[in-house]
């Protein structure tokens, strides 16, 4: 690649690059086995002081995720996750894709335990490049997913259950 390629792609050609987070504000609960997707208290990360990001952003709206534009995206799912009540044997995070505005699928996942101790906490985290080629169609939602008391935290100050999107370049 020439420099000249280089420095239209990552200096000058900053039209295609997206980045974008959101986290959920407060807090989720599982008094039990329970699967759910994540539909409410999602907000745009907007803080504290040094936040940045780049482009358009992502849309959302009761927990589904429109991308801004086509294109090969990064997506991240991390999830804080501390004792409720009692053990859980997992606690997980899923990414939620469709490419008919429909039927979602599991596209990743990842599980944690979280024993029955006071205090415990864990962090899972899932991640999937995703080839956006009709931002119409294909679209992203969360779940999480535990067997027992758990918590998903969540801040409006803070990432603790978290979501990244990052626009890595053209479909």
């Known amino acids: 690649m020439s420099q000249t390629q280089v ?6 050609d900053r039209t295609s690059l997206m980045t974008d987070q959101f986290r959920i504000t407060s807090n989720i609960t599982h008094s039990g086995a329970t699967t759910a997707d994540i539909t409410a208290n999602l907000e745009r990360i ?11 952003g992502m849309s959302e709206g009761s927990g589904t995720f429109t991308f801004p534009s086509t ?22 995070i899923r990414i939620k894709t469709t490419h008919d505005n429909s039927t979602y699928a599991i596209a ?4 944690g335990y979280i024993p029955d101790v006071n205090s415990a906490y864990g962090q899972v985290s899932a991640e999937y490049m995703f080839d956006v ?30 979501f990244t999107f990052i626009r890595l370049g053209d479909t």
């Open 7 to 12: 420095e239209r792609l990552f200096i000058k």
């Open 46 to 56: 907007d803080g504290p002081t040094g936040f940045g990001s780049l482009g358009t």
């Open 71 to 92: 294109g090969i995206y990064l997506v991240r799912a991390n999830a804080y996750i501390f004792r409720n009540a009692s053990s859980s044997v997992y606690t997980g």
């Open 108 to 111: 990743a996942l990842a599980y």
């Open 133 to 162: 080629t009709d931002t119409t169609t294909h679209k992203v939602i969360f779940a999480v997913e535990s067997g027992g008391g758990v918590n998903y935290g969540g801040s409006s100050t803070q990432n603790r259950t978290h």
